[in-house]
């Protein structure tokens, strides 16, 4: 028993020992180069005041709160509004319309910059890639009112290029903006449209980190473009993959509110009504903001339990993950 004991105490004076030793390192490397790490100075303070201080605002999805009383509410009321919008039916409506776009936008977007950077990756035009490359990143950095605008001009009933070619070789127009069923699909394409160019950067990094001799090899066996791309390509670049994938998945629930928001209209409501736009009607035009905060909350917890989920499996079957 006694010897137990002694082992134990040691491993916990190794354990302080490690730590300190740790501690000490990091706090070297920090005065080495301090200039580098006062850079994290800004970012850490706008996560901090912007996303943890804010946090503290949860407590109202417990507590009554009037416009005008006090900050954090007037009475405790426990689950009520918990409970309010599990047995409302529109919070499931916009539930399960947030869950399908989600899926269809994440299914359909996800393998186009990965798709991209291959195509990248092939070309041999070093002006013609780097041309490439640019085009396809102008259009992230198009803000998404500007986005929005854009696409009801094109997709407009009476001037729009879309309907101008539907009335030229078929006779008739659409108005897409109007019908629930284009919804969905102007969502996804405009999506995939703006952030392809962009979200295939991280890939394209990857892709400079698999040996070359991978390949030499693979040449002098035989192997054609496909299988090197097959056998070398994908899974060298399979942990970042892997690793955004988690991260989109974690985003699941919190799909494109201002665009959303923006394109959106009544005529659209049965499948473009999702969960951020359903708080944004029942915080800021309804005024109650207690419930948005229930609704907002249920969605965040509903976002950490698929990263943890998605974190789990990842590490699981790729060996793959943030943690």
Known sequence: M???????????????????SNFKN?????????QLYSLLILPIAYYIIFRYIPMYGNIIAFRRFVPGGPVYGTEWVGLRYFNMFIHDPTFWHVFRNTIILSVEYLVI?????IIFAL????IKSTWFKRFTQTVSYLPYFISTVVLADMVMEILSPSSGVVNMLLKHYFGYTINFLAEPQ????IYIVSGIWQGMGWGAILYLAALTNINPELYEAAIIDGASRWQQTIYITIPGI?????ILL?????????????KILLLYNPLTYSTADVISTYVYRMGL??????YAAAVGMFEAIIGLTLVYTANYLSRKFTESSLW
Do not use: C, H
């Open 119 to 122: 195509l990248l990756n092939e």
């Open 285 to 290: 035009v309804s005024n109650n903001f207690s």
């Open 2 to 20: 006694d010897s137990v004991l002694m082992n134990k105490g040691r491993s916990n004076e190794k354990t302080k020992t490690k730590k300190n």
């Open 26 to 34: 990091t706090l070297k490397a920090i005065k080495k180069d301090w």
């Open 238 to 242: 399979m942990p970042t993959i892997m």
């Open 182 to 185: 284009w919804f969905r699909t």
């Open 109 to 113: 977007s996800f393998p186009f910059p």
């Open 246 to 258: 988690i991260l989109n998945i974690g985003g699941l629930l919190a799909v494109g509110f201002e």
